[in-house]
């Protein structure tokens, strides 16, 4: 059969092409003797003619969203305008005291940096409470002072100190005495506070056995004052139920000073500045935070465990990854060799698939039926094996499993190996279990089977597309230009962005959190199952006991207040996340039409003229035409994606206000939501590659891509699996590969530099590397399937066919002779 005349391959064509052309994009006039309905299948010579390739004579397509997005990006802009003048990006970053305030600011002006103080409220006030819970006989206490005295811990500190008391000799007011010493050799020494406890439990409470105060410098902590230290005197917090029956029996209690730093150093009560016994600052400090380090006392009293408090204190704020992070910057002349040596790899993957992806397929498929046949088998046999023999005993299995059959053929209730000693397996219900575990093993095993059996001829198929795919690479490598300047973009794109997100949640209302004291920790924090008045909206804020002095209302004392938390949604954020959305939809959109267009151009070249079609500057070319297309394609996903985010924020809201039966809809309903997001993600790219071919707008591609999705699921749904396996074993494969490589370099440059980061480095640079050609590889390959089928239903059969399609179009051509309807075929 002739090829297509050389004016349809250059865009001039007439006919039925202009038919088509008009039908499509919008005919000038309404008259026409047919209308290409979707469903319908392409014709070499009628309406819907794809033998010259993708259609040179187009039209802009779906213009008013093209506007509508211009008009998304200058509101979003305008917002970002508005959100710079109103937030405060160190907002998200900067230390925070316990009650919420920034360090460095307001009153805290001088205060800029952040340490840590003893919390009393976890440590001295429970030990004092159990002290006067154990003398309520004693002093004489009424029935409610008892009751309020032994109340049950309500934190998850006090819960630790209990359960470490009640194995501990010493008694409470000798470990208050202990926190109260300036010595740390007895709170750290045996039996004393802090070796009850392990690193763990300290640092998963440590906002309750600390407080975080600001102070100037971490040098002022360790520094002489010109101010004398303060002198705490120990008294229970104004607000604790069993303050005024303390307080009455005062002379009664033990006494305790405490050292608190002076004033200038820490600007607070000096119940909040207590010295943490055993703890010193460095110089040093980690985003503004005093990097905390156990004294030397502290470590030597803890005797053998005092190293891994020590490494507990230092890795929990960070500290080691200062050093770790200048092994990469040094390392940067290796880093560069990395990425040329990971684009080799990647380049030499998509070679070795282009030549040996058959084998590996089909090896692939052997070694997943091995795996369940003798998976099953083994586990059958060893529900089998008596007891004392061994599974790779040949012959102890055969006598098992023929004891076996003859007992089960005899009906005999008495098995052997009961008689030997029993199973290997005692109990007879997990035996039950592992037999069924390996009936259901060997059942896969031919089911499994009967697939690859039924599917042949399209993991054939799939193996095919696969090498043109890896083909058109290696003949048009420009095009993974297309991902890289993606990458760059992005990159650029994502970097603005996140600028922006980050003043929009800086600009926290002064309403985010009630501006009002409360009597109760319920009331102002909640509990388990009862919101707080702090946290009964998503961000929410925390709150805080004032222990010093609190006023009183009503004749109540209200010691609990909110502070607000460091971020703050609304509607301005919420437009400000769709735009990202619908960015990154357009921008992966733009990809796969251009790449899809690439690969269309190339397919329908004659093979003489494969290597000098410049197919990525025909694409680009095409795909100019359907920006609107991108925008409106883009916009459906957005919005899809963006209303799964609104699910995922009314399941936080439902969390917080403590409805589970609200937060498990909202979840589920986000999980049926990302079901759709990942089917439309599906569609609308085939609809690109429909729209890359016959430059239809998105709508009708998106029908007539479906429509042919429909007549070749098995095809697309055998590829897609095939393709899903190929691209996640290249990039674990190039990963793995990239670290290699990069580690062997790295000790050829730099043999003293420690591996462990710049490795991770280089994973990272791999899996870059690797998903960019994936991604390419992934596209080709649907682009490719996509390409063979408009070419199969057209019955096309010109010199444009890659070699390793030919047979498939062959197989086709017969389907009509009686020789081949006398073959069998399973589907």
Known sequence: MATAPPNERDGRRGGAADQFFNLMDGPRNQSGPKKVQ???????????????????????????????????????????????QQGDPQHLVAPRDFRGDYCGEGNLTSSSHLALTLNLVGSVDELMRMVLCQSSDSLGLTADQKQQACASPSSPAKSNLAVALATNTASPAELARQLASTTASEAFGRGGFFSMLDPSTWLT?????SNAVCVPHCGALGSSSTQSPRTYHYSPPVGAAWAATWRSHASQMPTLAFEAWPYEVCPYNERYCIKFPGLSFSNESLAGNCVPELTSSAIHALGGEGAGWAGAFRSSFLGKRISSLGDVLDTWDVACVV?????????????????????MVWLSTVLVFLTFLVGGFVLLITSLQCAGTSLFDPESIVESVQTQIETFANSTEVYSCMVEGGHAISNDTERRIVQVAGAVLMVLSLVWALVICCLRPRIQLAIACSRVAAQFLAEAPQVLLVPVVQTVVGSVWVVAWVLVAAFSLSNVPEDAVPDTWFSSEVAAAGNSTVAGACDSQWPSGFAVQEQSSCPTIDGVLHCWRCAPPRIALGPKFAFILFSFLWHNAALLALGQLVVAGAVAVWFFAPKNQKMRCFPLCTSLKNSSYHLGSIALGSLVLATVQFARWICRYLSKQSEAQKNKVAQTVFCALGCCIGVFDRCLRFLTK??????AVQGSGFCTAAK???????????????????????????VLLLTALTAFVGYLSLEAMHPAVSPIVPLVAYCAIGYLMASIFMMVFGLAIDATLYCFVITEEMRHRADFIPASLNSFIRQRDLEGEPEHKRCLRCC
């Open 339 to 359: 990425v040329a040596e990971a684009f080799i790899l990647a380049f030499v993957w998509l070679l070795l698939i282009r030549f040996c992806i058959k084998p």
């Open 686 to 691: 085939n609809a690109y590659m429909q729209m």
């Open 38 to 84: 979707p469903t319908d299948k392409y014709e070499l010579g009628g309406l819907r003619d794809a033998s010259a390739g993708p259609v040179g004579r187009r039209r802009c397509t779906d213009l008013p969203c093209l506007f509508l997005f211009l008009v998304q990006v200058v509101v979003f802009w305008i917002l970002a305008c508005r959100a710079v």
């Open 205 to 209: 409470a440590a906002s309750e056995y």
């Open 704 to 730: 007539e891509a479906f429509c042919l999705l429909a007549r070749n699921c098995l095809r697309f749904g055998t590829l897609a699996m095939l393709g899903a396996v190929i691209r996640r074993l290249g």
